[in-house]
């Protein structure tokens, strides 16, 4: 039996694999339609795979289940490197679903949770992040953020760390019709504002995004012996 997915013309096939090692190899050689959803995800590591593909109709319907056993991954939403993912992802044809997809970073858990309909034409739904702790404030981090939220939070020039408490992006028929909602945590930093240059240490408070406008709540900090807050 050929493993070229355009040989399937017409028909439909049921595959089951253990153990498999996903990667950009192994995503190359899949239908176009399945390779597009799982780079969003840009995975690398040990899976369960359950697939489903038929070719009967006009269009091609399939259903893959990926059971996330030690995975490493980048989310498209959140490029921020990830590892010993676990959680189960499921492709369909007209949707992607992530169900308590959970990984690590410096000691961190992240967790991901996501229901999205027709995602490459009109996407509709939602994707959510969390972290069950702070990490450092590092390059690294801030080139994950958009470009956006990497030039507000780069004008605040943060050191420390600093915790995703919770992010939910919400689609509504398109990729540029996107809400946001990011809510951050600094603890024990110090920032240096570009635009106010009083540098403040011992910072603690949160960052929150609601769509394109950036907060300020319960920022306190020291300079010198002063006392300063902000909200």
């Known amino acids: 039996m050929s493993t070229n997915a355009a040989d399937l013309t017409q028909g439909s096939l049921q595959l089951v694999a253990d153990n498999l090692r996903v990667d950009e190899h192994l995503i190359s050689g899949m239908p176009s339609d399945i390779a597009k959803q799982l780079r969003k995800f840009n995975p690398e590591g040990n899976t369960r795979i359950e697939l489903a593909y038929n070719t009967s109709n006009e269009a091609a319907e399939y259903e893959l289940t990926a059971h996330l056993l030690d995975v490493s991954v980048q989310l498209s939403t959140f490029p921020y490197p990830l590892s010993h993912g676990q959680g189960v992802v499921k492709i369909r044809h007209d949707s992607v679903e992530v169900n308590r997809f959970r990984a690590k970073s410096h000691g961190r858990t992240f967790t991901v949770n996501a229901n999205v309909k027709h995602p490459i034409l009109k996407p509709t739904g939602w994707v959510e992040l969390s972290s069950d702790g702070p990490i450092p404030i590092d390059a690294q ?72 406008v950036w907060t300020l709540r319960d920022m306190t900090g020291y300079n010198g012996r002063a006392f300063i807050q902000c909200n």
């Open 141 to 212: 981090l801030l080139n994950a953020l958009g470009s956006k939220t990497r030039e507000f939070v780069s004008k605040l020039q943060p050191n420390g760390m600093l915790q995703l408490q919770s992010a939910r992006y919400e689609y509504h028929g398109s990729a540029q019709d996107l809400k946001r909602f990011i809510a951050l945590e600094l603890q024990q930093g110090s920032i240096l504002y570009k635009k106010f240059p009083y540098p403040l240490h011992r910072v603690h408070g949160k960052v929150i995004c609601e769509d394109h």
